[in-house]
């Protein structure tokens, strides 16, 4: 990085710092940080999308979808998220497999199980072996993404459901009276007074969504936790940088990332909260009305 | 007749075209020094490292090094996440069962007990012992009277028996071996054994007889012209039990 880092052993200590910091493994880590940041952009709203068309499920007067968004919404909540983590990329990469292996290989003869291997042919395989590394990259953050964004997605359904729930049904009556269908009603009266009743539980999830995203690590993906771990580890004279066990201050760091983060989230919903009870028929929405008046 | 020796024949080239591309996906630990590491480049790099290039060389196949956590090591192997392991794995019989094991190229490792200097070698018997899991060594203190700690990286079995969680840590010598001499007397070696197991050896799974067959050339030949002995001097120094 610096001009002056050619040699770590002779260096100052200031100067050894400012070497030691900016070494590729730290920019890697530095990086990482932006692939929680990524996964948490990507898995809220997509989440929010699942649970959304999960509480419609499961408020439907079609039988089968009440049937699909309730068994999606008690099956997540039931099982511990982290063998969903474990289970979701794991099956999906083999499902996928599979079926680009019958598809691109009908001619293979010999079983795709064989004792304890999962062997599929080589153009089958994805991606495939000769793809570059990042391509395999961005596909195991795929695969992760996904697992956090059924798991999320069924409490995010049952927040949603339960909100639309708790709009009084006087307002839904007026609207009926004004002559609306059910799907204008939903849409002008309900959906735009459900949010205040889901918004302390979605933020919830936001936040446990934030505290869940170490579970990268435990998906291969080389997030803030990986490299903290492995920088923090010590270091022999092997390395250019040799250093004792200094993992409680890189943890010490990844803490105050996480605490900033959920800081910063928390005073986002307190403003979004502040906005969304204006008007409303609830306690936060009388004290708005009070204050202004 | 003619017919089919052609077909044969444009079976045969076509095979050892698709051989010359073929890309084999190497996995490793990266948390082994100086077996496996990642350095302050952010590349792999060590014995194994080396070792695997060359043996790619040679075999005339395109390697590509993939990293993985050492509990899902065997896992994502034989589920095609890549293709090989060289991560300091003896070739024990329990991993046999699993997957199968080229030759061994490097000889069985003794495995060493370190303590910090002044304690009691009784401990080996009645203590508490670090070891990393699924390890050779987390089974061998498991057949002991000791008390088996276990943790998911090397670099933390050391860190406990520094900050006294355990009274010593079971582990290949020749990873402990930097962190002992480096210590300036802060840690001691109690005792060697020789654990069960064929070596160090390259993991592939057992329906890639091919794969095998081709990296046991090349482990051959490299142990034929003595470049093996000369890699295992370089990176492990001249007291290494070296290949005839």
């Known amino acids: 990085m610096f001009s002056f880092c050619t040699d770590p052993a002779v260096l100052p200590d200031w100067q050894w710092f400012a070497c030691y910091l900016t070494t590729a493994t730290h920019f890697a880590m530095y990086?990482?940080?932006?692939?929680?940041?990524?996964?948490?952009?990507?898995?809220?709203?997509?989440?929010?999308?699942?649970?959304f068309l999960g509480a419609l499920a499961m408020r439907s007067a079609i039988a089968p979808f009440r049937a699909i968004g309730t068994v999606y919404v008690s099956m997540v909540r039931g099982v511990p998220d982290i063998i969903f983590f474990l289970f979701v990329p794991l099956a999906l990469d083999q499902a996928l497999e599979y079926v680009l292996h019958k598809w691109r290989c009908p001619d293979w003869s010999e079983p795709i199980r064989r004792g304890n291997d999962f062997?599929?042919?080589?153009?089958?395989?994805?991606?495939?072996?000769?793809?570059?590394?990042?391509?395999?990259?961005?596909?195991?953050?795929?695969?992760?993404?996904i697992a956090f964004a059924l798991?999320?997605?069924?409490?995010?359904?049952?927040?949603?459901?339960?909100?639309?729930?708790?709009?009084?049904?006087a307002q839904i009556e007026t609207a009926?009276?004004?002559?609306?269908?059910?799907?204008?009603?939903?849409?002008?009266?309900?959906?735009?007074?459900?949010?205040?009743?889901?918004?302390?539980?979605?933020?919830?999830?936001?936040?446990?969504?934030?505290?869940?995203?170490?579970?990268?690590?435990?998906?291969?993906?080389?997030?803030?936790?990986?490299?903290?771990?492995?920088?923090?580890?010590?270091?022999?004279?092997?390395?250019?940088?040799?250093h004792p066990d200094w993992r409680v201050w890189y943890f010490l760091g990844v803490l105050c990332f996480y605490l900033t983060l959920t800081w910063v989230s928390q005073r986002v919903f307190d403003r979004l909260m502040t906005a969304l009870s204006h008007g409303q028929a609830t306690a936060g929405g009388e004290a708005l009305r009070r204050a202004g008046a | 007749m003619k017919k089919l020796t052609l077909s044969l024949a444009v079976l045969a080239i076509s095979a050892t075209g698709a051989m010359a591309q073929q890309v084999v996906r190497m996995g490793s630990e990266g948390a082994y020094p100086p077996f496996n590491y990642i350095n302050e480049a952010n590349e792999?790099?060590?014995?194994?490292?080396?070792?695997?290039?060359?043996?790619?060389?040679?075999?005339?196949?395109?390697?590509?090094?993939?990293?993985?956590?050492?509990?899902?090591?065997?896992?994502?192997?034989?589920?095609?996440?890549y293709d090989t392991i060289m991560a300091?794995?003896?070739?024990?019989?329990?991993?046999?069962?699993?997957?199968?094991?080229?030759?061994?190229?490097?000889?069985?490792?003794?495995?060493?007990?370190?303590?910090?200097?002044?304690?009691?070698?009784s401990v080996m018997e009645s203590g508490v012992i670090a070891a990393q899991s699924n390890t050779i060594q987390s089974g061998m203190v498991a057949d002991t009277d000791a008390t088996l700690i276990e943790f998911p990286t090397p670099d933390e079995t050391i860190a406990a028996v520094r900050s006294g969680v355990a009274d010593a840590v079971l582990a290949d010598r020749d990873f402990l071996m930097t962190y002992q001499s480096e210590s300036g007397g802060e840690f001691v070696f109690l005792?060697?054994?020789?654990?069960?197991?064929?070596?160090?050896?390259?993991?592939?799974?057992?329906?890639?007889?091919?794969?095998?067959?081709?990296?046991?050339?090349?482990?051959?030949?490299?142990?034929?012209?003595?470049?093996?002995?000369?890699?295992?001097?370089?990176?492990?120094?001249?007291?290494?039990?070296?290949?005839?």
């Not at chain 1, 990482?32 to 996964?39: E, R």
């Open chain 1, 31 to 51: 990086r990482s940080v932006l692939v929680v940041l990524l996964l948490m952009a990507l898995a809220a709203p997509l989440a929010l999308g699942l649970g």
């Open chain 1, 119 to 145: 062997v599929v042919c080589a153009q089958a395989k994805f991606p495939l072996s000769s793809s570059p590394a990042w391509i395999h990259d961005v596909w195991g953050f795929t695969l992760a993404l």
């Open chain 1, 151 to 169: 798991v999320f997605g069924a409490f995010a359904a049952n927040t949603l459901h339960g909100a639309m729930a708790a709009v009084p049904r």
């Open chain 1, 176 to 242: 009926e009276a004004y002559g609306m269908t059910p799907a204008q009603a939903f849409r002008r009266v309900l959906l735009p007074q459900m949010w205040v009743y889901a918004l302390p539980g979605l933020s919830n999830l936001w936040m446990i969504l934030t505290k869940a995203t170490p579970l990268l690590f435990l998906l291969g993906i080389q997030d803030i936790v990986f490299w903290a771990r492995e920088l923090g580890g010590q270091k022999t004279g092997l390395f250019a940088y040799p």
């Open chain 2, 44 to 81: 792999l790099v060590g014995f194994e490292i080396d070792l695997g290039n060359e043996l790619c060389r040679r075999a005339e196949l395109t390697c590509e090094w993939v990293i993985n956590d050492w509990d899902t090591i065997i896992p994502n192997l034989v589920g095609g996440n």
């Open chain 2, 88 to 121: 300091g794995m003896n070739a024990t019989e329990a991993r046999a069962e699993v997957i199968s094991f080229t030759q061994a190229y490097k000889r069985p490792d003794p495995s060493a007990y370190m303590a910090l200097a002044g304690t009691d070698p």
């Open chain 2, 191 to 244: 005792d060697t054994v020789i654990p069960p197991g064929a070596g160090i050896s390259m993991g592939v799974r057992q329906s890639d007889d091919d794969l095998r067959a081709t990296f046991n050339a090349a482990i051959d030949s490299m142990k034929a012209d003595g470049t093996l002995n000369a890699m295992l001097i370089e990176w492990f120094g001249d007291d290494t039990p070296l290949f005839e």
